[in-house]
């Protein structure tokens, strides 16, 4: 696609960058660690969604219940309420179906990322992560459900 910018020059952007620009997809961003939340939000932001944050598990509920993101980045470890309740309170939800969800965790263990996945995580990143990864993991995730949607 092609958008014109004053003084007239045209400018290829990319699918990801136009679907933003007409409808940005909300991410909500849960961690208890105050850089990975900030660099999380920051990198969704610039890619181009419309993102919340919380620092725990009551915060989360509390901003799903306000409006339920598109998709939530969830760690596993948190204070109150931890990321695998706060996974299967969304999977019990049925207004919340559409709601995506990818689990971040500093525990790499196969058993944890099937556990995650077996309540209903969408993905699973480990920390650390690249930032490229993220977006990419982000951005499938959504294709999908709009793939979905669709069908």
């Not at 136009?18 to 909300?26: C, F, L, T």
């Amino acid at each position: 696609m092609w958008v014109f910018v004053w003084p007239i020059r045209a400018r290829r952007i990319s699918a990801p960058a136009v679907i933003a620009m007409s409808n940005p997809q909300s991410v909500l961003i849960v961690d208890d660690e105050p850089n990975i939340l900030l660099s999380l939000e920051f990198l969704m932001r610039k890619t181009g969604y419309e993102v919340r944050t919380a620092k725990d598990g009551e915060e989360a509920l509390a901003e799903i219940l306000q409006a339920a993101p598109d998709l939530v980045l969830l760690d596993v470890m948190m204070p109150k309420i931890d990321g695998f309740s706060i996974c299967r309170q969304i999977r019990a939800n049925p207004e919340w179906n559409d709601v995506r969800i990818i689990m971040l965790t500093a525990r790499g263990r196969d058993v944890e990322r099937e556990k995650g996945l077996a309540l209903g995580a969408d993905d699973y990143i480990t920390k650390p992560f690249s930032t490229k990864d993220a977006i990419a993991r982000v951005e499938a995730v959504l294709a999908r459900a709009r793939k979905t949607e669709r069908q």
